[in-house]
């Protein structure tokens, strides 16, 4: 049992490094099946190890398979060994990312057709590193292993953002997104240095222990305690990875790359890493409430931020992407009011319905021929059938209404910020939700009904770029590979909610009870604290109680259906029936819809403030005044200095005789007039 | 005679070319394989001292000792512990690349070039053995000749403006240095009444703070010149912009590392007390060098120039590890300076095949070349992964554990350091970007070809070293950390706990021989208590 699951990352690391290697000789057919094959390949075997896992006697109060693969870093006390782990949330975590990644290679291989044999077999060769490096962030039983994982998606998201490298957008976002990623890193680099300092281990399960044993916190650093700096320091990092402000920047210009890379980075790979990270050191995280509240907040500003923005967008992908971030903005919600479960159950769910809305915009932008621009489509909807259904479903399960997906994990987190004594941010919450409704709609609207507005030579740069205008006649509907992976998608937004029905309604919340003890700390005395504490749990709700919060919890839950509701309103009464009114409305408020088009300046903001002042400084002050200017100079100086003086000493060598014989005369006038005066 | 051996073959190797003659275009081929035979022959010879190597043990392995000149105290002493042997095999594993990168590109005096590459290679692996300050003080200025004369002959325009600077610069540092050695020894002669320039009868004077200060600053100059640690740092741009590729390569790989080295070996053992007092204002100096490095280098219009100022960055992370002083910080500067080593070997050898083709070394000139030669930009990428230190390559085992030992250490300054994670990222990119991507605007880079055979040969060697040291770091660990162990104790002047298996319990005690548990602060105390 134990080899299995080095298996999981190991197999589409092989089709990387098949496909990387000799692949780009080989047939399109053969690199494409070969890495939706080693995908396929290791959801079959997360399947068998996750069965296995649950056939397992709980020991210390979870059920986990532990595998220590070789020593990997060892100096002194740091002693880091290449350790996998699987445990409920990594469970849940690798079926997401090999199932939905499964699909998404499956899509692809319709997808990028068009590429030639070797950028084909390069395409598929990141993709499946992509993947590989994902499920060793999510296997990993430590913080450095977790790294590797963390820092690869990072380098694959770079990879494959920038995978038209021709194009300088495209080149341009990759390394954005990659540098944003290393500035979350150095946070996250100092946190994983003061947990060390402190606890003397990077083992995720041993912190934990450690962490839960501890009876009060050590101040570090003006009285804040050292688990509130380390898991700031973390959240540094998790707003980078998961595009949380204020290092959201790089996740909209991401869309730079092939629209099948968006839905493996916005659903089943790379954003939720953040999310996942704040998860797997929930205990570190509880017992930081400071944190806590600062993660709430972030997530539910960020949540309003890119909604906002995403009304006015009029980019496909970009509308979808600050989707995202305003859904990660949920999850950190979730995560911030000390929802654990909630958090990892939409991340959950949103995997499924954002994976299949970015593979049916993607199935809009193929039969277009790359216009990604929705004022350029419209009328789609009986022209693309498939596409239209299914992309149908996915925008009322991420809206959330009932019985989709993003309803149950939508509403548990609506919940738990309710009932954690978390009004205002509620109330926040449910405004970001009414935005969702409304430009999750307003997008659906502008591309699929109205008039078709997809004239020839209304092409926009994205993929296929400098494609032929898209011909009136030659539109086709997604073909089958692509159409088996919308389908199964929308099999998962429908139904993957139902793990999770609330007990408010009659559900026993399974996926809660499953991930459950994933966030306590491994009891190392056989004790069973998780499921004590649930006990206690248990027992604080009285059935009196229990009934009032039923209650209340069905009053929350129909105000969000009704919100949701209103914002669909909302986009069909601007964008459906009299789009003029949309129209009218950005111009009475132009200067507000000019902040939202153009994101609030945030990246002409870090670019005024950072980029250039930094660029400039380098440049000017330290290469060429301090380096150039005042080392050089006085290094050169002395070099001169040096010079002159041997200029004018060579001049005493004047090599006549008669000059010598003066100065030793004088010399010995000198010498002997010292004497004498003496 | 194993290490002596080691010296010879190259040494004795490099004047047999002289001896081939030259003029015909067959002879020139006749050196080179000739050379290169030599240099795969050292290696070879290198690596069989590896096996030979007992990991487990802090002594010096294959000591040779020989009376040289008596009267004075100077021995022809030789020996190789746990941080040389890496070292002397990063020297044996470069040569041999840096000769074969040449073979194209070096069409003149290919006699005297291939002498000076072997003569080059015999008094780097003589500076990494000597166990005698005089024989260490030959070997040092013995490798400042070769490439005096590499730079200014084969290399680029102002070829002997960056000559003459990287002599002077050296020899500035050099003199003070001697003068030191000169002094210690002599300092030996009046407490014992012996004269000794054995860096083991040295390491036993008990030397008094007051002039262990000065001597302190006069070696740890010379050694901070040469690393170069800001604000000494100007010369390195210059020289390598200047010097052919086999010399950037050499320079960077090895020579650079004959400083952090120098400050391990001699000014942190030798004289403790000043060490330990000065490290922090060396730490503050490291720190300013390693965003300072990056800053400047973000902004370098030449290929070879930003490597060069990447190279002040990350050397300053190595000295950042070994002011740290303990076993983490220390094993991590000592990794860094071999993974430095390979992967900024093996940017100048990208760099160097890129002006190869196009006579040039400016950013501007290039974009978009991946689309004509992948494997290259490929091989690039690579390499550049790992001196942006992504985990799973080199780079990132050395700064991390460099960052380990000194947040231990201090915090703060480790903090600023970090800030060196975002900016190589940055740096690095960038500059792959604006030479690879894009679209290619330059039409006189249409034509040009992927790798050759030969220049596989040369570079992925270098690539597999880079995935090698950063998969399974373990191999170059382990044999180091006894070496290391001994160094912190001789230091710090406390017995280190060997506390590997300490993480399996909770790390702030510690089982004692007599089964007495401790906390490790208690032990630390107590052993710092018994040595004072």
């Known amino acids: ?678 | 005679m194993a290490l002596t051996l080691l010296v010879l073959l190259p040494l004795v190797g490099g004047l047999l070319v002289l001896l081939l003659g030259k003029g015909s275009e067959g002879r020139d081929r006749l050196v080179k394989q000739t050379a290169l035979a030599i240099s795969l022959a050292t290696f070879a010879a290198s690596i069989w001292l590896w096996m030979g190597f007992d990991p487990a043990s802090a002594d010096f392995q294959f000591v040779e000792r020989y009376t040289w000149l008596p009267d004075f105290g100077i021995s022809y002493h030789v020996g190789l512990d746990g941080i040389t042997l890496w070292l002397v095999l990063l020297t044996t594993f470069l040569t041999p690349i840096s000769l074969l990168c040449s073979w194209e590109s070096v069409n003149q005096r290919v006699r005297e070039f291939s002498f000076f590459m072997l003569l080059l290679e015999a008094a780097m692996i003589g500076v990494f053995i000597s166990l005698d300050l005089f024989l260490f003080y030959v070997f040092w200025d013995a490798m400042l000749i070769p490439m005096y004369f590499l730079i200014g002959i084969w290399g680029y325009e102002q070829r002997i403006y960056a000559a003459v600077k990287f002599m002077l610069y050296t020899m500035a540092g050099s003199v003070l240095m001697l003068l030191a050695i000169i002094w210690v020894a002599y300092y030996h002669q009046q407490v014992t009444g012996v004269i000794s320039f054995d860096l083991l009868d040295l390491y036993a004077l008990d030397i008094p703070a007051g002039l262990q200060t000065w001597l302190f600053l006069a070696f740890t100059l010379a050694f901070i010149i040469k690393v170069p640690v800001f604000p000494f740092h100007t010369w390195l741009p210059d020289a390598h912009v200047q010097a052919p590729t086999a010399g950037s390569v050499i320079l960077a790989g090895v020579m650079l590392k004959m400083g952090t080295y120098g400050l391990l070996r001699f000014s942190f053992p030798m004289f403790p007390e000043a060490a330990l007092q000065f490290a922090p204002y060396l730490a503050v100096l490291a720190v300013i060098g390693i965003v300072y490095g990056a800053l400047v280098a973000m902004v370098q219009p030449d290929m070879k120039k930003l490597v060069a100022y990447s190279s002040v960055s990350h050397l300053g992370f190595v000295v950042l590890g070994i002011c740290a002083m303990n076993v983490n910080g220390v094993q991590g500067a000592v990794f860094q300076m071999l993974a430095h080593g390979v992967s900024t070997g093996g940017l100048f050898l990208v760099v160097g095949m890129l002006s190869d083709r196009r006579h040039t070394k400016l950013i501007s000139e290039y974009g978009g070349i991946k689309a004509v030669m992948p494997k290259l930009v490929g091989m690039f990428m690579l390499i550049t992964l790992a001196s942006i230190a992504l985990p799973g390559m080199n780079g990132f085992v050395g700064e991390f554990l460099i960052f380990v030992g000194s947040f231990a250490w201090n915090p703060w300054m480790t903090s600023v350091a970090v800030s060196g994670v975002i900016l190589s990222a940055v740096y690095m990119l960038w500059m792959f970007q604006r030479v690879n991507f894009g679209p290619m605007t330059n039409p006189k880079n249409k034509g040009l070809r992927d790798l050759s055979p030969r220049e596989w040969a040369v570079i992925a060697p270098i690539v597999a070293m880079c995935i090698w040291m950063g998969v399974t770091p373990g191999v170059f660990l382990k044999p180091m950390e006894p070496a290391v162990r001994r160094v912190v104790e001789q230091v710090r002047g406390v017995l280190v706990p060997v506390n590997a298996a300490l993480t399996l319990k909770t790390t702030s005690e510690v089982v004692l021989p007599d089964g007495a548990t401790k906390t490790t602060s208690e032990v630390v105390s107590a052993a710092e208590g018994g040595a004072r």
């Open chain 1, 1 to 678: 049992m134990t080899s299995v699951l080095l298996l999981i990352p190991l197999l589409p690391f092989l089709g990387f490094v098949i496909n990387a290697t000799i692949g780009r000789r080989w047939s399109k057919g053969v690199t494409g099946g070969l890495a939706t094959g080693a995908m396929a390949g290791a959801f079959g075997v997360s399947v068998y190890a996750v069965w296995t896992m649950l056939g397992l006697e709980p020991a210390g109060g979870v059920r986990a398979i532990d595998q220590v693969v070789f020593t990997w870093l060892a100096s002194d006390a740091l002693q880091i060994p290449f350790a996998l782990r699987l445990d409920p949330l990594a469970a849940l975590m690798i079926l997401v990312v090999t199932g939905i990644g499964t699909l998404i290679h499956l899509y692809s291989t319709a997808y990028m057709h068009d590429e030639t044999a070797p950028e084909f077999a390069r395409y598929f060769s990141y993709l499946n590193l992509f993947a590989s490096f994902m499920l060793v962030l999510v296997l990993g039983a430590n913080f450095p292993v977790l790294f590797i994982g963390w820092e690869g998606v990072g380098l694959c998201s770079y990879l494959l953002i920038g995978f038209y490298f021709t194009k300088p957008s495209a080149a341009d976002a990759g390394k954005k997104a990659f540098v944003v990623n290393r500035i979350g890193d150095f946070g996250f680099i100092l946190g994983m240095l003061l947990l060390f300092t402190t606890f003397g281990t990077l083992d995720f399960q041993q912190l934990a222990v450690k962490v839960a044993e501890m009876s009060a916190e050590p101040a570090v650093w003006a009285g804040a305690g050292v688990l509130t700096v380390a898991t700031l320091l973390l959240f540094v990092g998790a707003t980078g990875k998961s595009a949380q402000i204020p290092l959201f920047v790089w996740l909209p210009d991401a869309m730079e790359g092939p629209t099948p890379v968006s839905a493996l980075i916005h659903a089943a790979t790379m954003v939720t890493a953040g999310v996942y990270m704040i998860g797997r050191n929930a205990v570190l995280f509880s017992h930081a409430p400071f944190t806590l509240e600062v993660i709430a907040i972030i997530g539910v500003l960020t949540a309003l931020m890119a909604g906002t923005i995403g009304l006015v967008q009029n980019d496909i992908k970009r509308v979808l992407a600050y989707s995202t971030v305003s859904q990660l903005g949920y999850m950190f919600l979730a995560m911030g009011v000390g929802a654990f479960a909630g958090g990892v159950f939409h991340l959950y769910t949103h995997a499924f319905f954002k994976a299949l809305l970015f593979l049916g915009s993607g199935a809009v932008i193929h039969a277009l021929h790359g216009q990604q621009d929705m004022r350029y489509m419209g009328g789609l909807k009986r022209k693309l059938p498939i596409t239209f259904w299914t992309f149908l479903v996915g925008t009322i399960a991420i809206v959330g209404i009932p019985p989709l997906a993003g309803f149950f994990s939508k509403d548990e987190i609506l919940w738990k910020t309710f009932s954690t004594g978390h009004p205002v941010l509620w109330g926040l919450a449910v405004l970001a939700a009414l935005l969702t409704a409304t430009y999750m709609f307003r997008l659906l609207y502008m591309t699929f009904y109205g008039s078709a507005r997809w004239s020839p030579g209304a092409s926009a740069p994205g993929d296929h770029a400098g494609a032929k205008a898209p011909a009136l006649h030659g539109l086709h509907d997604a073909p089958p590979a692509m159409a088996i992976a919308l389908v199964v998608l929308v099999i998962g937004s429908v139904g993957a909610g139902l793990f999770g029905v609330p007990h408010a309604l009659g559900g026993d919340n399974r996926i809660e009870t499953f991930l459950e003890p994933s966030f306590h700390a491994m009891s190392v005395t056989g004790d069973t604290p998780a499921l004590a504490e649930a006990a206690v749990a248990e027992a604080e709700h009285a059935p009196e109680a229990a009934h009032a919060d039923t209650q209340t919890e069905l009053l929350l839950m129909f105000t969000s259906v009704m919100v949701a509701l209103a914002g669909i309103g909302l986009a069909t009464v601007f964008f459906l029936k009299a789009p003029q009114r949309a129209d009218a409305m950005a111009g009475q408020f132009s200067g507000l819809h000019r902040l939202l088009l153009n994101k609030y300046y945030v990246d002409e903001l870090y670019n005024a403030v950072f980029v250039q002042p930094i660029k400039g400084v380098s440049t000017s002050v330290l290469w060429k005044g301090v380096d150039a200017g005042i080392i050089d100079g006085s290094v050169n100086g002395v070099g001169l200095m040096v010079r002159g003086w041997s200029a004018v000493l060579r001049r005493v060598q004047t090599g006549s005789v008669r000059a010598y014989a003066m100065s030793i005369f004088l010399g010995v006038v000198t010498i002997l007039g010292y004497f004498l005066w003496r």
